[in-house]
């Protein structure tokens, strides 16, 4: 059964960073691309980036682009997520997401596959940008 552990959010301020964790179990972790999504409050989920399953190749929403940096560890299964010069409108819960793919192919599938009712995703963590 897959297993998605979100932890690491928080209260922060403008301009400030965090990292989040993902601890992923019930899989071949290393196999799997894995993806991060958002949902600020009122809104719908919001795909934020996405790394291949051996880490080389990454992808970024536009509003994160330059910001923030995803990463995985695969001898801990574990995703992570740097944020960096954070903004208020960057506040929402993050959830984790494993991918159907391995590789972040061009037709950028995985930008838009956590829709699926079936992706599994975690219960996400808050993080909350405010002064």
């Known amino acids: 059964q897959v297993q998605l552990v979100e932890s690491g959010g928080g209260l922060v301020q403008p301009g400030d960073s965090l990292r989040l964790s993902c601890a992923a179990s019930?899989?071949?972790?290393?196999?799997?691309?894995m993806t991060w999504v958002r949902q600020a409050p009122g809104e719908g989920l919001e795909w934020v980036s996405s790394?291949?399953?051996?880490?080389?190749?990454?992808d970024y929403a536009d509003s994160v682009k330059d910001r923030f940096i995803i990463t995985r560890d695969n001898t801990r299964n574990t995703l992570y997520l740097q944020m960096n010069n954070k903004k208020p409108e960057d506040t929402a819960v993050y959830y984790c997401?494993?991918?159907?793919?391995?590789?972040?192919?061009?037709?950028?599938?995985?930008?838009?596959?956590?829709?699926?009712?079936?992706?599994?995703r975690g219960k996400g963590t808050q993080v909350t940008v405010s002064s």
């Open positions: 790394i291949s399953f051996g880490g080389s190749s990454t």
């Open positions: 019930g899989f071949a972790f290393r196999n799997y691309a």
């Open positions: 997401a494993k991918s159907a793919v391995s590789a972040l192919g061009v037709d950028r599938k995985y930008a838009s596959e956590f829709r699926d009712p079936g992706t599994p």
